[in-house]
């Protein structure tokens, strides 16, 4: 990748992810790039491709989800599976009471890698969507102060906790999951959830690694 292309992408991801950090924003001045020891060099392959996956919700076990957060399973729904372009996802509500609104909103999704051919403004490139993705997966961690890596989760994982937010690469593709939670929700927030373990444990439950 040259230099001015490298420079192209580092200030189109930084506008980017700076439209949507919710207060997460880290500066990165003086911070210094090009460590790549977060890649899991002994990444031992996919169980699944992207191909082979139809619905993200079909990734997803209501039975587990539900003893996380102390629930019957049927208080756990899977809503609005939706795929665009190269992107297939899957909203999940989970159900805290029998009032109408008093559910916790979870996501899943996976998306696949893009070539430089098919992506002619550097978009998914920059945004660590393409098959060069290693530079972006850094600057991404890096604008985020609530970020952190984690270890032997696919080829590389990044926890937001701001976002309550695990995002994996995998051979070819991505999987992001969303812990169920309400930002506004007292009660919710007052339990201290580990939402970065219950992102974890559907993760390892989704059968792609």
Request: aromatic share 10%; hydrophobic share 40%; proline share 3%.
């Given at each position: 990748?040259?230099?001015?292309?490298?420079?192209?992408?580092?200030?189109?991801?930084?506008?980017?992810?700076?439209?949507?950090?919710?207060?997460?924003?880290?500066?990165?001045?003086?911070?210094?790039?090009?460590?790549?020891?977060?890649v899991n060099k002994n990444?031992?392959?996919?169980?699944?491709?992207?191909?082979?996956?139809?619905?993200?919700?079909?990734?997803l076990r209501t039975d587990?989800?539900?003893?996380?957060?102390?629930?019957?399973?049927?208080?756990?729904?899977?809503?609005?599976?939706?795929?665009?372009?190269?992107?297939?996802?899957?909203?999940?509500?989970?159900?805290?009471?029998?009032?109408?609104?008093?559910?916790?909103?979870?996501?899943?999704?996976?998306?696949?890698?893009?070539?430089?051919?098919?992506?002619?403004?550097?978009?998914?490139?920059?945004?660590?969507?393409?098959?060069?993705?290693?530079?972006?997966?850094?600057?991404?961690?890096?604008?985020?102060?609530?970020?952190?890596?984690?270890?032997?989760?696919?080829?590389?994982?990044?926890?937001?906790?701001?976002?309550?937010?695990?995002?994996?690469?995998?051979?070819?593709?991505?999987?992001?999951?969303?812990?169920?939670?309400?930002?506004?929700?007292?009660?919710?927030?007052?339990?201290?959830?580990?939402?970065?373990?219950?992102?974890?444990?559907?993760?390892?439950?989704?059968?792609?690694?």
């Open positions: 990748m040259t230099n001015y292309f490298k420079t192209a992408l580092l200030g189109l991801i930084v506008v980017l992810f700076s439209a949507c950090s919710n207060g997460d924003k880290k500066s990165i001045i003086g911070a210094d790039f090009g460590d790549t020891s977060f990444y031992a392959g996919n169980k699944k491709d992207f191909k082979d996956i139809g619905s993200p919700c079909d990734l587990q989800i539900a003893k996380i957060y102390g629930v019957p399973v049927e208080k756990v729904k899977l809503d609005r599976p939706n795929e665009v372009g190269n992107s297939k996802s899957c909203r999940f509500l989970v159900f805290m009471s029998e009032e109408e609104f008093d559910y916790l909103t979870g996501f899943i999704a996976v998306e696949s890698e893009v070539a430089p051919s098919d992506d002619p403004g550097g978009i998914a490139q920059a945004t660590g969507g393409g098959t060069d993705w290693v530079e972006a997966w850094e600057l991404r961690k890096t604008l985020s102060k609530s970020s952190e890596y984690l270890p032997n989760m696919g080829k590389a994982a990044i926890w937001f906790n701001a976002k309550r937010n695990l995002l994996i690469k995998l051979d070819g593709y991505s999987l992001s999951i969303t812990a169920p939670g309400a930002a506004f929700n007292t009660k919710e927030q007052e339990k201290k959830r580990d939402y970065k373990a219950v992102a974890v444990e559907i993760a390892k439950s989704s059968g792609l690694f």
